[in-house]
């Protein structure tokens, strides 16, 4: 499984060096490379062998604190050509689809794999991720997001357009981050086993009213609407107070559960 450490610092081992100011650095250590900072170099083999948490000097004598890479600091580090979802929406929506180990899952719009990378982490070894992209380049680079944490195979990547519909059934949930989720509540229904949770995310509320109708036309209830916003403090015991920015609306988020209705005579 990704993330798993012993209590040194290992050859191999994908890690977090976090300066004072909390900009950080993630890569893999290895025998004799190097890493280049503007706070100076920093060696590998001086890293290997060093007990987390440890501080480490670059040649310039500038600090930095070394970690276990974090499911959370990879996504913000990821690499993307569009807009990821936040760890603070990516929690919520764990938790609201019931995302745990030997859930089958589907996601469409890949993108860069920022979703993609924490549902087959939480899936576990007995669960399985399903994501579906039509573009070719994003799909490319998601390989490359989910390869980098060691998490390929609890992925399989579909190119194609989900108005064919899904290859899956039966699945315990589906999110979808698409631009028209109300064209494909049919193929969401099919593909969804009986009682599984719908998620979606949209930047408009728009699109929120034309999926609300989708969704109930379709037999999907228990449906909330939401958005999540994220307040730091500054952490200084005399004077605690918020600081001078916070992350606000980064979209609405949407879920239901599938029903089977009572059919009338």
């Not at 979606?200 to 109930?216: D, E, F, Y």
Request: proline content about 4%.
């Amino acid at each position: 499984m990704a993330f798993q450490y012993e209590k040194y610092a290992r050859a191999g081992d994908l890690v977090e060096l976090t300066g004072t100011r909390r900009g950080f650095y993630i890569f893999r250590l290895e025998e004799g490379n190097e890493l280049q900072t503007h706070r100076g170099v920093i060696k590998h083999d001086d890293l290997i062998g060093k007990e987390w948490g440890s501080e480490v000097l670059s040649h310039l004598e500038k600090p930095f604190y070394l970690y276990p890479v974090t499911l959370s600091s990879m996504l913000l580090n990821t690499k993307r050509n569009t807009q990821i979802l936040y760890p603070k929406d990516i929690g919520y929506i764990l938790i609201t689809l019931g995302i745990g180990p030997g859930t089958r899952v589907i996601e469409a719009g890949t993108g860069s794999g920022g979703l993609t990378q924490a549902l087959a982490y939480y899936v576990g070894e007995t669960g399985h991720v399903y994501s579906y992209e039509t573009r070719q380049q994003m799909q490319d680079l998601a390989k490359k997001n989910i390869a980098l944490v060691g998490l390929s195979e609890h992925v399989d990547f579909k190119l194609r357009d989900i108005i064919e519909g899904f290859d899956e059934t039966n699945v315990d949930a589906l999110f979808l981050d698409v631009p028209t989720p109300h064209d494909y509540m049919q193929q969401v229904k099919t593909a969804l086993r009986p009682g599984g949770s719908f998620g979606c995310i949209l930047p408009t509320v728009n699109q929120v009213s034309k999926l609300l109708n989708a969704l109930r036309r379709n037999d999907f209830s228990f449906i909330d609407v939401c958005e999540i916003l994220l307040r730091f403090y500054k952490p200084e015991e005399d004077r605690l107070r918020p600081t001078d920015r916070m992350v606000a609306h980064t979209g609405y988020l949407i879920f239901a559960r599938s029903i089977k209705k009572i059919e009338k005579e």
